[in-house]
C-alpha cells in the first residue's frame, strides 16, 4: 500500500531562524516528489519533519491520512535512504539488509522471502556474503537502498541519495530507482539538487527558496511555464537566457526592446490581455534550445531573426552551444554541430518566440 502525505501550515525554527516558512503540500499516494532547490534552502529539514527526525514548530503532517505530528519516526510505516549510507562495516549485505528486520522481530522465512526478492530486484544477489568494504561505491548505494526496501514501507524518503556516485552511476541508478518506483507505486519523497534528476525522476516537482515552495508542478510545467525569474533559472541546463529589456509598442504588437536595436516581438499569446505601460522593465526568458541557426529549423509564426557575432563555441557531442552578447548578457543558443561557426564570425540566429517567456523585472513574476 501506498499512503498520501500532506503538509499542513508547516514551520521549522531552529533557535530563532526559521528555516521552514509555512509550507502546504499535498502528495498523492503513489507519487514521485522530488524537492529541489539551492543549499540550505530547507529541503533535508522539510524531508525530517516528514520522517519524525526533526519535530515541527507549527503545522501538521498527515501520513495516509492520520496524524502523524506525535508519532515517532519508527512507527511512521516510512523508510529512509541518506546521502550517507552508513553500512555496517562488520556485517555482511544480507546482515546489513535484514537488521532492521530482526529487530522488529519479523519472522525469519519472511526475512529470507524479502531478502531474495529485492537482491534480484537490486541486482546484488550474488553479492550477500560480501562485507561493504568489498563493494563498488553503486552497490553499496543498492544495499542501503535494499535495506529500506526489504521493509516494505508505505513511504520513502530520499536524501540525495546518489551524491556521492560518479556521474556514469548517477544516471545509472537513477534509471534503477525509476524502475523501482514504477514496479512498487510506493509513494516516494525524494531530495536532490541537481536538477536533471529532478526532471527525469519526478511526478511533480517541488521547487524549493529559502523556506517556501516557489512552484509545485509536474516536470513539464516547471520547465514550459515557470512561475518565475527563480523557478525560471534554476531548472534547466545550461539556463533559461534572460534578457533585459523594456515593453515598446506599436503596429498592434508588443516587442521588449532589449537594447542595441534589438526589438524582440512578443508572440500574440503573449501579448494579447498583456496591459503593461510603454517603458517597462521587464525580463525577457528565452531557453537555449529556443535559439538557433537561422533556417535550420521548419519555419514557424512568431520567429524573430537577429545577427550577433560568435564569442565562444561549447561543442557537447548532439548539439553545439554558441555563446555570444546581448548589450552585458551572455545569451547562449544550442545549435547543431555543423551550423557551428569559429569565434568572431558574424552568426544568423533565428528564436522562437512562440516559446518565450515574459517576467516582471520587479517582482520577477511571470506575466
Ligand atoms: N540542527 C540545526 N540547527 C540550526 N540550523 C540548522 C539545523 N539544521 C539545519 N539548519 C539550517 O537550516 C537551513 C536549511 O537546512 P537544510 O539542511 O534543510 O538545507 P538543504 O536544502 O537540505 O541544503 P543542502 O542542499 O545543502 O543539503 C540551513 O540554513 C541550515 O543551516
Ligand atoms: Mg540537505
Redesign the pocket.
Known amino acids: 500500500m501506498a499512503s498520501g502525505i500532506s503538509l499542513r501550515n508547516v514551520r521549522k525554527s531552529?533557535g530563532a531562524?526559521e528555516?521552514i516558512k509555512d509550507i502546504d503540500l499535498d502528495i498523492d499516494p503513489g507519487e514521485f516528489v522530488v524537492l529541489v532547490?539551492p543549499?540550505?534552502?530547507?529541503?533535508?529539514?522539510l524531508l525530517n519533519l516528514i520522517s519524525g527526525l526533526e519535530t515541527l514548530t507549527g503545522g501538521e503532517v498527515l501520513i495516509g491520512g492520520n496524524r502523524v505530528n506525535d508519532v515517532p519516526p519508527r512507527d511512521r510505516d516510512i523508510a529512509m535512504v541518506f546521502q550517507s549510507y552508513a553500512l555496517y562495516p562488520t556485517k555482511t549485505v544480507h546482515q546489513n539488509i535484514t537488521f532492521g528486520l530482526q529487530t522488529r522481530r519479523i519472522p525469519k522465512d519472511q526475512q529470507e522471502e524479502a531478502v531474495a526478492e529485492f537482491s534480484r530486484l537490486l541486482q546484488i544477489d550474488h553479492l550477500l556474503h560480501r562485507k561493504p568494504g568489498q563493494l563498488s561505491g553503486g552497490q553499496r548505494q543498492r544495499v542501503a537502498m535494499g535495506r529500506a526496501l526489504v521493509r516494505k514501507p508505505a513511504v520513502f524518503l530520499f536524501d540525495e541519495p546518489l551524491s556521492n556516485l560518479d556521474a556514469k552511476l548517477r544516471i545509472e541508478m537513477r534509471t534503477e530507482i525509476k524502475k523501482l518506483h514504477q514496479r512498487l507505486g510506493k509513494t516516494v519523497v525524494y531530495?536532490t539538487?541537481d536538477q536533471i534528476e529532478a526532471m527525469t525522476l519526478a511526478s511533480r516537482i517541488a521547487v524549493m527558496d529559502n523556506g517556501h515552495i516557489r512552484q509545485f508542478g509536474p516536470p513539464e510545467e516547471i520547465y514550459e511555464n515557470p512561475v518565475d525569474l527563480f523557478v525560471a533559472g534554476f531548472i534547466g541546463s545550461p539556463p533559461m537566457n534572460m534578457l533585459p529589456g523594456r515593453i515598446r509598442h506599436g503596429e498592434g504588437r508588443v516587442a521588449v526592446d532589449v537594447g542595441e536595436d534589438l526589438h524582440f516581438v512578443l508572440p500574440s499569446k503573449l501579448s494579447e490581455g498583456l496591459s503593461v505601460a510603454e517603458g517597462h522593465e521587464v525580463v525577457l526568458g528565452l531557453r537555449p534550445e529556443t535559439i538557433f541557426a537561422a533556417g535550420t529549423e521548419l519555419p514557424g509564426p512568431d520567429r524573430f531573426l537577429f545577427e550577433r557575432p560568435v564569442e565562444v563555441v561549447e561543442p557537447t557531442g548532439p548539439d553545439t552551444m554558441i555563446v555570444f552578447e546581448i548589450g552585458e548578457v551572455e545569451v547562449i543558443a544550442r545549435v547543431r554541430p555543423e551550423d557551428a561557426r569559429p569565434p568572431g564570425t558574424p552568426f544568423s540566429f533565428e528564436a522562437d518566440m512562440s516559446k518565450a517567456k515574459l517576467f516582471d523585472a520587479k517582482t520577477g513574476r511571470a506575466f
Not at 39 to 45: D, L, R
Open positions: 531552529f531562524t528555516v532547490g543549499s540550505g534552502c530547507g529541503k533535508s529539514t531530495v539538487h
